[in-house]
């Protein structure tokens, strides 16, 4: 156990390496920083200055280098585009952004299960005939469109919902909740969905076909002889089987829904910290961006270590065979 | 199980309250696409920086909202010699926090400015010395004649100096440095509004300044401002249709129609102070982005004249920009100082005669060029490329275009690696010499830095720095119109359209349209 956890985090170490190099080396292609730093009447030699105090000439390798020794530090430097801390300005920001992120997966989990296990169940009604082909919609659009449909419905033509922001928010010691005022919570409402719907559905669809591969089971024949309720034999012993594999979709569609808040962020102009990417991205603010990518990385990481603790916990034959354990 | 089914009726429950939009008559609800990049009135030289600015602090010299230049803080000004310049200064003004204005916090102001980091040091770099003369008046003292002076300081508002002082930002943020002052989030102006809170990115809130100087001659019905940056169009047209916002910039050309139609809302529209245009490179031997080996054949000027034949400016107001734009027949926007109505005639689009002048000039085949132009900064700009590598197709020149983001667009523009570009240039200080200055003159590191078209005149660089010195109006006026006739005749640049820019607005909303898109709240009526 205690060799598999230092075996994963040497790997998660070398991960973010690799994410920090690879999107180090993409941001020589976001172009230059310094025409959005100056006005248009800089000199070129204005240009150049700014640009020296930057670091911008330095080669690649140095520049880095630089980055991964002051990152090491937890420092990331200072925003181009805020004139501010990278980690202050991302401390902001991610409370919406975590909020956001966790509203959805729970909105996600919790209707995405009880739709599958119902569409399990009934399998030949017309609901869940009617459910499971709702889900395609949610499968297959685009977020966005998503997004404006739902502002276009509930904001625009039935005024219940704000189209942006995140309403009223209360500052509980460093975290700043929208979770406490009433606009805050229907602030919360679209873009929760937006983000939600396509991990629903899946989660849906997967609980479904898992559940119908585990009703078909012979322990679930033999419960049934011993005259178990039906209520023991699909919460008890079926749902908890189909278990396994959903708790590694939604341990992983959880560090999916933080990194595709961008998308929601920026329909729902919410200001969590994926709207802060996408406006660094437009300006070229590389620290922020850096640091970004690095966050995100490290909660992929760290979800990923915590799905696989979750294998012991839910599935005991891992426990039995501990050495040879391989998640994905 | 129970309390999550708890909680998520209540989050129903709430939805299904209904929303109610608590838009008392007075508050107006602002949406850009971004944010102000800080409140540090010297340090960013940016639109929604400025228009942030502008309602908190006053310069001395203002810009009315039809472009006119009117006293601000200034009441009077005058020349006393060709370098040495007088204003009077307004009495009675105070700053939000109490303190009288005086020369005192003009002078400090202004000194603050023109030094770096200041973003407006290039404003005012004519600049000698400020001195006070007494509590109201103020004298300026330029290195050469500046004729223009009173326009430049038109983007140069006043800061309390003992407010400064006290907070320790008698410099300006320094940008590059990564530094945050006292006055990027807090402010202290003599403007129409006072900053009541501010969240970067998310929301600023302003209230109406009683106490106003000027307060009989404005409106002042806005009482409280709350500005929020909508990044996404889409969500920034539905907020407006919802109701939730009162005035938007930067409505899509795509959504205009509807939303004129729509009984709600109200769209106005103006030229902005901006024309778009190509830039070509006339001055290289031989260019690397192009079919022809051992010539550049945009120095030819016949060359010039049929790609400006050839481009069917009306066909891209028709099409590409749905009406909202206004062909140029050279690259100065209609507001400025040396502008006449004649520089926007334009030849009639004529194919024949495009190819008849690439035949004279040797290129009956055609040849191929790569053609750069940004997709992110002007309205439609990738759409009016595409229009135009077709037009230039049928007179035979094979145009390879490069649309990227304006990071990367203007990175290689200032790295001089464009030969064919897509441009636009927009003229804060209203004044011809603006455009000589930065896209005419000589590219010689100081004068001419955007001038990538290698256009050299030795004689366009004696009239720029002319027209720089001259204070007489109709010496001046003249040496204006010599270097239009030059830069006209010589085709440096292929001119397109003036943007065209549309305010969006609740129809219970009036303010008047300014074409440096730059709102000013102060000026806002309800009706």
Redo the contacts between chains.
Sequence with gaps: MFAFLVRRLLQSIVVMLVVGLVAFSLFN?????????????????Q?EE?RE??GLNDPFPLQFARFVANAAQGEF?????????VDVVIAERLPATLELAFVSA?FAL?LGVSAGVYAALNRYGWTSRLVMTISLIGVSLPTFLIG?LL??I???QL????????GDVVQVGAWRTGFLT?SG??A??LPAITLGLFQLTLIMRLVRAEMLEVLRTDYIKFARARGLSNRAINFGHALKNTLVPVITITGLQLGSIIAFAIITE????W?GVG??F??AI???DIPVMAAYLMLIALFFVVINLIVDLLYYAVDPRLRVEAGSARAH | MKVKAVMFGLLVGTALTGMQFDASAETLRFASQSDALTLDPHAQNEGPTITMAQQIYDPLVIRADDMTVRPGLAVSWEAMEPTVWEFKLREGVSFHDGSAFTAEDAAFSLDRARVPPSDYRNYVSSIEEVSVVDEHTLRITTQAPNPILPQQLTNIVIMSKAWAEEHGVEQTQNYAEGEENHAVRNANGTGAFRLESREPDVRTVLVRNDDYWDRENLPMEVERVVSTPVSSSATRVAALLSGELDLILYPPVQDLRRLEQSSDIAVKNTPENRTIFLGLNQGADDLESDSVEGENPLADKRVREAINLAIDVDAIQRVVMRGQSVPAGSISPTYITGYKESFDERPPHDQERAKELLAEAGYEEGFEIDFACPNDRYNNDEAICQAIVGMLGQVGIDANLNAQTRSLHFQQLQNGELDFYMLGWGVPTFDSEYIFNFLYHTRDGNRGSWNFTGFSSERMDELVEGMAGETDLDARNALLDAAWEIALDDLTYVPLHHEVLNWAMRSNVDIPIRADNSPRFASVTFK
Aim: overall charge positive; proline content about 6%; cysteine-free.
């Design positions: 292609f976001v172009g230059d920083p310094i025409h959005n730093m100056v006005g248009q009447e800089a000199t070129t030699e240009r700014l105090q930057l430097g200072i925003s181009y585009r805020m004139a501010r801390p729970f919790f404006i502002i276009w509930f904001a625009v005024q219940w919902l704000p189209s942006f922001g995140r009433e919570l229907r919360l409402i920026t329909v729902f102009q200001p709207l802060l996408i406006i437009q300006f070229v």
